[in-house]
Each structure stands twice: as C-alpha cells, then as structure tokens.
Antibody, heavy 117, light 113 residues
Framework: EVDLVESGGGLVQPGGSLRLSCAAS????????MTWVRRAPGKGLEWVAN????????KYLDSVKGRFTISRDNAKNSLYLQMNSLRAEDTAVYYC??????????WGQGTLVTVSS | DIVMTQSPDSLAVSLGERATINCKSS????????????LVWYQQKPGQPPKRLVY???TRESGVPDRFSGSGSGTDFTLTISSLQAEDVAVYYC?????????FGQGTKLEIK
C-alpha cells in the first residue's frame, strides 16, 4: 500500500526558511515523478512544483521560482521542498503526491506551513 | 497559463438527486500523443487530502462508486453525481495535467439541501 508522510511544517516569520520532507513507501519511488501541491486557508488547490523520477527535470509555479527548490533522494525514498524567503501568501497545507501521466494517484495527509510574525 | 473555471462555486442538492459540476479550460487539454484529454477530477473532504475520482476526463478511478461520472472534451468538461449520497459532501476540483503550471479549478463546494 502506498504511503506518503509529510513533515517539516510549522510557524515561521516572513523571510524565513523551512524544509519540507515527504517519506514514501509501498511503491518504487525512483520510478515516479513527484509533486508538491498546496491549499491555502479558505482557498483551492495550487500546484507548486514537480520533479522527474531521477531528479533531473524540475518545474515550478512562477510565484515560488527562485525561492523554493524541489529535490529528492531515491536512496532514502524521500522528496523535499526547500522554502526560502517565505511570504504570508505561502501559508498553506502542503501535500506531496505520487504523480502519473493522468494525475496524482496518491497523496499524503499534508503538513501545515504558517508564515506570520 | 491554462485557466480552469468551474461552475458553480457552490451547490446544494437533495439526497438522491443529481449533482452536476462544470469545468471549462481556457485552451484545449487534448494530449495528441494518445488522443486523450488530460483532465482530472478530485474530491476533497474536510481534513483529508484530495482523492482522484476521474482521469482522462471520463475514466473512473478503481473503487470509485459508479454514481460518479466524467464527460466532455476539448475545453468543456462535466462531473456528474447521479444520486447524491451524504458521504459525497466535499469540495470538487478539476485539474489539467497538460501543461505547466498544472492548474486547478477554484473548486465547487457540494452540500446537502
């Protein structure tokens, strides 16, 4: 059974940094693209970034480009999101999702990031 | 960027009645490599992560009740719940996986009347 467990969320001041992690199990992690999606309070879902199965291909939402970095460690079955220069509008629940051509077929429970002074 | 617009924003339907949610994309999401629309529907219940219901616009995910169906092509898509059950209360999103940024609709909140 596929399991994705996010961690690393918390309260951070504007301009601060956080590193989110997603521990994967139950599937061959190195064979799949992975994605981060967020949902801000009272808002809808927003795609943030994705990464190819070997880490060479990466894409980002324009508003996080240059501030967020997606990465993975296939030996540890783990996905990461390094978030720098955080803004209030980055406040959201961040989900990692196993990615296939036709969508995201498994999701973690999410980790809450709150950017506030 | 492809803009996904859902209608309505919220919907109240009686138990056992039909619920219909529409989604319009600002440009085609047809994948010419397989002639399939890269359009996915997700359901998100409070406190839970999203769950994929339908992909390729009309292919139901394994285990999803057959009262859920997706239709449409090109730029206009529909999610239909044929007979609303209490457990269907949720926010529903359409999503295009055709080109980055992979945008979602704004969501449709479905409630019981």
């Amino acid at each position: 059974e596929v399991d994705l467990v996010e961690s690393g969320g918390g309260l951070v001041q504007p301009g601060g940094s956080l590193r989110l992690s997603c521990a994967a199990s139950g599937f061959t992690f190195s064979s799949y693209w992975m994605t981060w999606v967020r949902r801000a309070p009272g808002k809808g879902l927003e795609w943030v970034a994705n990464i190819g199965h070997d880490g060479s291909a990466k894409k980002y939402l324009d508003s996080v480009k240059g501030r967020f970095t997606i990465s993975r460690d296939n030996a540890k079955n783990s996905l990461y999101l390094q978030m720098n220069s955080l803004r209030a509008e980055d406040t959201a629940v961040y989900y990692c999702a196993k990615t296939v051509i036709y969508g995201y077929d498994s999701w973690g429970q999410g980790t809450l990031v709150t950017v506030s002074s | 960027d492809i803009v996904m617009t859902q209608s309505p924003d919220s919907l109240a339907v009686s138990l056992g009645e039909r619920a219909t949610i529409n989604c319009k994309s600002s440009q085609s999401v047809l994948d010419n490599s397989n002639n399939k629309d890269n359009l996915v529907w997700y359901q998100q219940k409070p406190g839970q992560p999203p769950k994929r219901l339908v992909y390729w616009a009309s292919t139901r995910e394994s285990g999803v009740p057959d009262r859920f169906s997706g239709s449409g092509s090109g730029t206009d898509f529909t999610l239909t719940i044929s007979s609303l059950q209490a457990e269907d209360v949720a926010v529903y999103y359409c999503h295009q996986g055709f080109s980055a940024p992979y945008t979602f609709g704004q969501g449709t909140k479905l409630e019981i009347k």
